[in-house]
Structures are given as structure tokens and as C-alpha cells.
């Protein structure tokens, strides 16, 4: 089965700052999707950035980014210049396309992330 | 609305009562998507459905936990018997089909405090 840690549960970084945040997985499988969705304080989770597994070039949009390391499964998030409306839970997820009915996300435990102004 | 809509926002209820989460897709969305919230955790699947069948209910945690689909529309997640582990904030989402490619939507999701 695969799974998603997140090793830091909480996070404090001064507006305009970068922060990175880390996710670690495990699969047997090649071929994958991963995920970063961020849930504020409203609770609706929101996709920030995506990355398939086939895919070398790391994902970007915008202020994210994410370092992809497919041989250490290692997915970070990097979020550059910092802003106050950048604070939430940020969730890491694993998805594998490939089996029927696998959709599903699986996710870390989060991280909170707080932007102190 | 244009984005997934998930109802009550919140219910309390007592235990051993009988509980139903609603939620409404984006219009047009084939998949949907239950998962569980606990507190300060992270979340986990209960259940898939593609049109009105559910391929996957691998994550429902007990037989008191249902759900079903129809017209291929609306879900009803169904709690029988609830008991004080099952308070927790449930998530629905959609995406436009089951390809990997296609992005799962979030509704605000329903919280549940079981006394």
C-alpha cells in the first residue's frame, strides 16, 4: 500500500520569506501522480500544484514549485515570497492511475503553515 | 454554484442516531469522491464512485457507513447507529472523470460532532 509522511507538522515563516515543505512516499509503483492541495481555515481543500511521476521537469505555478525526486520519492513544495494569505494546512497526496477503481488520493498527515507578517 | 456543494456545513447529533451527508458535484463531473477528516489529521478515502456504481469502498471503516449515487449526481454518505469516533469533518469531491489527468474538486465538507 502505498503511503505519504509529511515529517513536519508545523511551520513559521515571516511574510516574503521562501519556506519549503517536505513529503516523503512509498510505491512499488513507476508510474504515479502526486499532489499538493491547501485547506484554510474554511476547510475547502484546494489544488496548488501537481506532478506526474513520468514527468523529469519539476512542476511550477506561479510562487509554488516543487522539487521531485523520483529515485528518493521525495516531493517537496516551495513556496516563494510568502504572503499572509499563504497560511493553511498544506497536504501532501499520492495517486496511482493505474489501477481500476485507484483514484483516490492518499494523503500525509499536513503540515500548518503560518505566515507571521 | 459552479463548485462541488456539500450540506449540512454542520451537524450535531446524538449518539446512536442515524446521520445523512449530502453532497452535489460540479455538474457534468462522473467521478466523485468521499473522504474523513479527523481531528488534525490528514484525510482518508472512504469511497469512489463513478456514474451511480462505486468500483471502490475499500475505505468505508464499518457496515454502519453507506453511501450511493444517483443520476449520477447527487451522493448521500449515510452514518447508521453513529457513535463518538465517527465526529469528524466529511469531505466530498469531483472530477470530471476517473483519467489521473483530471483534477478532484473539493467541496467545504460536512462537520459531524457525534455527543
Known amino acids: 500500500a502505498q503511503t505519504v509522511t509529511q515529517s513536519q507538522p508545523e511551520m513559521s515563516v515571516q511574510e516574503a520569506e521562501t519556506v519549503t515543505l517536505s513529503c516523503t512516499y512509498d510505491t512499488s509503483e513507476n508510474n504515479y501522480y502526486l499532489f499538493w492541495y491547501k485547506q484554510p481555515p474554511s476547510r475547502q481543500m484546494i489544488l496548488v500544484i501537481r506532478q506526474e511521476a513520468y514527468k523529469q521537469q519539476n512542476a511550477t505555478e506561479n510562487r509554488f514549485s516543487v522539487n521531485f525526486q523520483k529515485a528518493a520519492k521525495s516531493f517537496s513544495l516551495k513556496i516563494s515570497d510568502s504572503q499572509l494569505g499563504d497560511t493553511a494546512m498544506y497536504f501532501c497526496a499520492f495517486m496511482n492511475p493505474l489501477i481500476q477503481g485507484a483514484q483516490k488520493l492518499v494523503f500525509g498527515q499536513g503540515t500548518r503553515l503560518t505566515i507571521n507578517p | 454554484g459552479a463548485g462541488v456543494s456539500q450540506s449540512p456545513s454542520n451537524k450535531v447529533t446524538e449518539k446512536g442516531k442515524d446521520v445523512e451527508l449530502r453532497c452535489d458535484p460540479i455538474?457534468?463531473?462522473?467521478?466523485l469522491y468521499w473522504y474523513r477528516q479527523s481531528l488534525g489529521q490528514g484525510l482518508e478515502f472512504l469511497i469512489y464512485?463513478?456514474?451511480?456504481?462505486?468500483?471502490?469502498k475499500s475505505g468505508l471503516p464499518s457496515d454502519r457507513f453507506s453511501a450511493e449515487r444517483t443520476g449520477g449526481s447527487v451522493s448521500t454518505l449515510t452514518i447508521q447507529r453513529t457513535q463518538q469516533e465517527d465526529s469528524a469533518v466529511y469531505l466530498c469531491a469531483s472530477s470530471l472523470d476517473r483519467a489521473s489527468n483530471q483534477p478532484q474538486h473539493f467541496g467545504d465538507g460536512t462537520r459531524l460532532s457525534i455527543l
Open positions: 464512485f463513478q456514474g451511480n456504481s462505486a468500483p471502490d
Open positions: 455538474s457534468g463531473h462522473t467521478a
